[in-house]
């Protein structure tokens, strides 16, 4: 009568080695890691990242989305993206998971976020659970697993969660051939709690962040993608 309480209690402390290995073999990684290093390592990463995409809304604003100068600065920014990518995968090898808060600080820890929300889709499907799983763990700002979690739908053509995600859209004047730059937020599941779920997750309130776009959640032509022949971009 009593050796199935005996199997239970073995059982759990099975469990529980188990739990206590895994989390031990995690702690034995990341004791190897000159972090210091990887610190100055990923700071290095992020500031590549930003290095031409911090160029594009000047040169957007007076060339155009469409045009050799915006063009040129993604080509010269793809390459970098390439490389930062290879690097970031590695170290997501290294360290067995995101180098999140814990391991790197915070202003290090957004670095990961930023490379891989660059990433083509197949690499953003990949590692989505593990941003969002970084999120949940305070490892990452929840407003940045926001941003990459509506991207990720966008890309599916499914409506967002957060509204963090604004396209532009060239439209053509079928008679003149004249293009029209038009921004406007990309679909949003649920309009009337999105302020909200905005808030809980450290981001602004929608309005306040469209008019950084120069549109406004109450402008319809902000919403509505348009059915002329369109060149779609998206930074």
Known sequence: MRVIPALLCLALIVGCAIDLRTEGDKNSVTQDIDTLALVNELDSIFELDQRYRAEMQSVQNEFGWNS?????????????????????????????????????????SKTTFYVLQHAPDT?????????????????LKRGLAAMYQDRYLMHRNEP????????????????????????????????????????????????????????????????????????????
Request: glycine share 6%; charged share 25%; net charge negative.
């Open 68 to 108: 050799d100068e915006m063009n040129e600065l993604w080509t010269k920014q793809n390459r970098i993206d390439s490389s930062n990518l290879q690097r970031i995968i590695q170290v997501i090898k290294e360290v067995d998971g995101y180098p999140g808060q814990s391991l790197v600080g915070h202003s290090a």
């Open 160 to 235: 967002q969660i957060f509204g963090t995600q604004v396209r532009t859209e060239y439209d053509i004047d079928s008679l003149t051939g004249e293009k029209t730059e038009i921004s406007f937020v990309w679909p949003i599941a649920d309009t009337n709690n999105i302020d909200s779920l905005r808030l809980w997750n450290g981001l602004l309130n929608l309005e306040d962040y469209l008019n950084n776009f120069g549109i406004s959640r109450w402008d319809s032509t902000s919403h509505k993608l348009n059915d002329s022949e369109k060149t779609k971009k998206s930074p």
């Open 123 to 139: 690499v953003q499907e990949e590692y989505y659970q593990m941003i969002i799983d970084a999120a949940k763990n305070n490892e």
